[in-house]
């Protein structure tokens, strides 16, 4: 559960013996196609896939983990997606 302290910070959790969670604050930057409401983002990020949200005022997630290792994240305050944005570019 995640309530304070993470606006204007990056945050990073790891559960045992499976992927980091990296939460990125993105203020109020948006990240260019994606159409959500509110004043401020978020980037959550494993390796293999992203969610971007954004809030306006307080923001608060609850995330659980299943038997299986999958994250699973809710909140009542945000608009949220899941994005696709490449982990590793190679530019020529």
């Known amino acids: 559960h995640m309530s ?4 204007g910070a990056d945050w990073q959790m790891t559960c045992a013996n499976l992927h980091t969670l ?5 203020g109020e930057e948006k990240i260019p196609g994606y159409e959500l409401n509110g004043k401020y983002g978020l980037l ?8 971007y949200t954004r809030f306006d005022g307080d923001v ?3 995330i659980t983990l ?3 290792g999958t994250y699973h994240l809710k909140s009542k ?3 949220s997606v899941i994005a ?3 982990e ?3 530019d020529k």
């Open 4 to 7: 304070q302290g993470v606006k």
């Open 22 to 26: 990296f939460i990125t604050w993105l």
């Open 44 to 51: 959550i990020r494993t390796a293999t896939t992203e969610i």
């Open 60 to 62: 608060e997630f609850d």
């Open 66 to 68: 299943s038997k299986f």
């Open 77 to 79: 305050t945000a608009n």
């Open 84 to 86: 696709k944005i490449p």
């Open 88 to 90: 590793l570019v190679l």
